[in-house]
């Protein structure tokens, strides 16, 4: 049962240009919602979260949009730099559950030059 | 701060023997994570503590699944006996308490089971 999902296993994308990483979900007690980074053989980094309250939120280059009504959000990327190239995870929690984090199954990035 | 620190960083081991994965906190944090990646599950939640008490271990696969937490700073994950399924990514990941979502996770452990 995957609660969150990344359909896409990977995305290519041109330097430069905008990536577009999307999840879905489907628990609607899930009211805060993460991205991570992974690198090779690096642990994931937090990268940008989005409460449920909010349906965007921005950091520089990269911004997150939550759709809830569609149980989807999405993280834009705008230019993409080389030094993208990722594992990209989405994850969520409910607030009754604290602490507890669901991933997705990550989306691999690669920037083209 | 070194972080969060996971040992050993792979481990290759025949089937039926016991594995312990091991893992340091980052000091002050008081929860902590075991999660396996594989790649048609992504990251999944073993178990988690808080405050060196088991949460939720809903998670763990079967019986053959341990994870214990000895004290604030340390946590092991056993698997015993280990099966060629096993193989995965183990991560750990700390974080300073409730409401707060900034894990910070460990390089991880690369399990291979033969």
């Known amino acids: 049962d995957q609660q969150v999902k990344q359909n896409s296993p990977s995305l290519s994308v041109q330097e430069g240009r905008i990536s577009i990483l999307n999840c879905d979900y489907t628990?609607?007690?899930?009211?805060?919602f993460l991205w991570y980074k992974k690198y090779p053989a690096e642990g994931p980094t937090f990268l940008i979260s989005?409460?449920?309250?909010?349906d965007k939120n921005e950091d520089g280059r990269f911004t997150v949009f939550l759709n809830k009504s569609a149980k989807h959000l999405s993280l834009h990327i705008v230019p993409s730099q080389p030094g993208d190239s990722a594992v990209y995870f989405c994850?969520?929690?409910?607030?009754?559950?604290?602490?507890?984090?669901?991933f997705g199954q990550g989306t691999r990035l690669t920037i083209n030059p | 701060d070194a972080g969060v620190i996971q040992s050993p960083r792979h481990e290759v081991t025949e089937m039926g023997q016991e594995v312990t994965l091991r893992c340091k906190l980052i000091?002050?944090?008081?929860?902590l994570f075991w999660y396996r990646q594989t790649m048609m599950r992504g990251l999944e939640l073993l178990i988690y503590?808080?405050?060196?008490?088991?949460?939720?271990d809903s998670g763990m696969p079967e019986d053959r699944f341990s994870a214990k937490m000895p004290n604030a700073s340390f946590s092991t994950l056993k698997i015993q006996p280990s099966e060629p399924r096993d193989s995965a990514v183990y991560f750990c990941?700390?974080?300073?308490?409730?409401?707060?979502?900034?894990?910070?996770f460990g390089s991880g452990t690369r399990l291979t089971v033969v």
């Open positions: 990941a700390s974080s300073p308490g409730r409401g707060n979502y900034g894990y910070t």
């Open positions: 628990n609607s007690m899930f009211d805060y």
């Open positions: 989005i409460s449920s309250i909010k």
């Open positions: 994850a969520a929690s409910a607030l009754v559950g604290a602490q507890k984090l669901v």
């Open positions: 000091s002050g944090h008081n929860s």
């Open positions: 503590f808080n405050n060196n008490v088991p949460i939720d």
